[in-house]
C-alpha cells in the first residue's frame, strides 16, 4: 500500500461516518451531511469495476442517503483523470472547500495548558459545534481511542489514535481567546496524551483556504503530504 493511501485510510478510520459501505477499495460514506470528509466517496483503490459504474453506484447511494453526490478524491492520482474523464468536476462550491491538504508531523509538545476528556462534556460540545445532531455525536464522538482537548470556556480539539498515528481534529479557539498561543498549549497537551499512548506521529486535515490553521501547524514543524479534493457530476447543482 502506498503512503498517500494509507493515510487516507486512516484518516478515514479516524472520522468515521454513519454509514461506511465497501465497493471493491473504494468507501462510500454519509453522515447527514455533516462534512465533507464523512459524505464522499474515498476513492482510493480500485472500485472492482470501471469508473463511471463505480461513480454511478456513488450516486445512488447519494441519493438513498440524501446527500449530494461527491467523490474525496487525491490531486494528481490516475483516479482524478478517470473522473474528469467521465464527466464529473471539482466541487468548487463545497462549504468546507474544494480543496484541502493532508498534513503529516511530530506529536505537539512544548507549553502545555488543559486537559484531555476521555468523554466530551457539554462544554466541550458547545465549542466544538453548538448543539450537536446525531451525526455530529457520531463522527466526532466515536473512533479508535479517543481523546477531547478542552481548556475552559476558551478552546477544545480532538484527537483520535489509530495505530501509532494521532490524527488531530476540530480545533477550536473561542474568538476573544485568539492570537495567544491558547491553540499551540492545548495542541501540546493533546500530544503528551497521545505520546503516552504510543502514539509516534501526527496528521490533520485541513482546507487550503484556511491558512491561519495552516501557518499554526507549519510552526509545529507539519507539513503537506498530499491534497485531496471534492468532485460531483458536472450537472449537479447545490
Not at 138 to 156: C, D, I
Request: hydrophobic share 40%; with cysteine; proline share 5%.
Amino acid at each position: 500500500m502506498d503512503a498517500i493511501t494509507e493515510l487516507e485510510l486512516l484518516c478515514a478510520d479516524a472520522w468515521p461516518a454513519l454509514v461506511d459501505e465497501r465497493l471493491g477499495q473504494w468507501r462510500l460514506r454519509a453522515a447527514g451531511g455533516f462534512t465533507g470528509r464523512a459524505n464522499s466517496a474515498l476513492t482510493t483503490g480500485d472500485p472492482g469495476m470501471p469508473i463511471s459504474a463505480a461513480l454511478a453506484t456513488n450516486a445512488a447511494f447519494a441519493a438513498r442517503h440524501a446527500i449530494e453526490p461527491a467523490a474525496h478524491v487525491t490531486q494528481g492520482s490516475e483516479t482524478e483523470r478517470q473522473i474528469r474523464e467521465a464527466g464529473w468536476q471539482p466541487a468548487t462550491d463545497h462549504p468546507g472547500g474544494a480543496e484541502s491538504q493532508v498534513m503529516t508531523g511530530p506529536l505537539p509538545d512544548g507549553e502545555a495548558l488543559g486537559e484531555v476528556l476521555d468523554k466530551p462534556s457539554r462544554q466541550w460540545w458547545e465549542l466544538a459545534v453548538g448543539e450537536p445532531t446525531a451525526a455530529q455525536r457520531h463522527v466526532l464522538g466515536t473512533g479508535p481511542l479517543l481523546g477531547f482537548g478542552y481548556v475552559e470556556r476558551m478552546a477544545v480539539v480532538r484527537g483520535c489514535i489509530v495505530d501509532t498515528t494521532l490524527h488531530i481534529s476540530r480545533l477550536a479557539v473561542a474568538p476573544e481567546q485568539r492570537r495567544q498561543g491558547v491553540a499551540k498549549r492545548l495542541l501540546a497537551t493533546l500530544g503528551a496524551w497521545a505520546r503516552e499512548r504510543g502514539a509516534d506521529r501526527a496528521v490533520l486535515q485541513v482546507a487550503t483556504h484556511n491558512t491561519a490553521a495552516i501557518r499554526l501547524y507549519e510552526g509545529l514543524g507539519f507539513a503537506e503530504h498530499h491534497r485531496y479534493g471534492y468532485w460531483r457530476p458536472r450537472s449537479y447543482r447545490l
